[in-house]
């Protein structure tokens, strides 16, 4: 399907966008049931990785960000950077821009955004709009047939499994180290705790929906006669990195070195 909805598409575009590209794909109007599936991460890991994401030069440049039938104005999300891209931009300055996206990125992205106004932030307060957005995402992640946690490898392939009736070839991946993970090891306190002051509805989302997947696993592993068989066959695979996942870690090792060696020469 491709970007069809846009690019990385929230849950706003794409419950207003799927159901016409799906019509035009299949050249008949149909009365759809869909089911919405979503992984969440740590929210300081994965705001880290989009930092460092961004200072290697990625864009979401294409993005549309549609809501409430039209594009957001310059004025409702103003640019945090000029140029092509925000190469090399620092940890301060990626924190200060209050129209950065990667700031609670998973709550705006599971939440209505129609129930704010979009991206229009003189609809409401901030603090309104904050406890909307934050009660939608809530209720949209309930809602999905499925979700998983990075962090939760086994038990989010295990409630996978048994939600559609299908089986992995492969176990999951946990890794326990990744860049942002490697990164945060040697950050100083003072700015992980800035990460998360200024992430903290994606703090109390990931808080949720760790709760809610222990409910969903106990409730299915109840439900579950074989469950001791099924959740060891999970972890009994015996992981052996092919090529490319060695690389993978290979790459993650050479970065948490150089990250080590970054870091200390901003500390003096």
């Not at 979503?38 to 990785?49: A, G, K, N």
Request: hydrophobic letters at 35%; a neutral charge.
């Amino acid at each position: 399907m491709g970007w069809k909805c846009g690019l990385h598409a929230d849950w706003t575009e794409l419950t207003n966008c799927v159901d016409n590209v799906m019509d035009d794909a299949e050249n008949n109007v149909a009365k759809r049931r869909y089911f919405y599936i979503t992984i969440l991460r740590d929210p300081i890991e994965r705001f880290v990785s989009e930092w460092r994401h961004v200072q290697r030069g990625a864009t979401w440049r294409t993005a549309r960000h549609w809501c409430g039938g039209r594009f957001p104005s310059p004025q409702e999300l103003a640019p945090c950077y000029a140029g092509e891209d925000w190469k090399k931009v620092s940890l301060d300055d990626f924190l200060a821009c209050k129209s950065n996206l990667a700031l609670n990125r998973q709550t705006r992205m599971l939440a209505d955004l129609s129930m704010v106004g979009c991206y229009n932030s003189s609809y409401m307060s901030e603090e309104d709009r904050n406890v909307v957005m934050l009660a939608s995402a809530k209720e949209n992640l309930r809602r999905t047939a499925f979700f998983g946690v990075v962090e939760k490898q086994s038990d989010s392939q295990y409630l996978f499994e048994r939600t559609f009736n299908m089986t992995f070839k492969r176990s999951f991946l946990q890794l326990n180290a990744t860049r942002s993970s490697n990164l945060l090891e040697v950050m100083d306190r003072t700015s992980v705790d800035k990460i998360r002051r200024k992430n903290h509805l994606d703090v109390q989302l990931y808080e949720y929906a760790l709760q809610l997947l222990a409910e969903r696993f106990n409730k299915a592993k109840a439900m579950d006669p074989k469950f001791d068989v099924h959740y060891q066959q999970l972890n009994s695979f015996i992981w052996i990195p092919d090529e490319v996942e060695e690389r993978m870690i290979q790459r993650i090792m050479r970065q948490k070195e150089e990250d080590r060696a970054a870091w200390s020469f901003n500390d003096e």
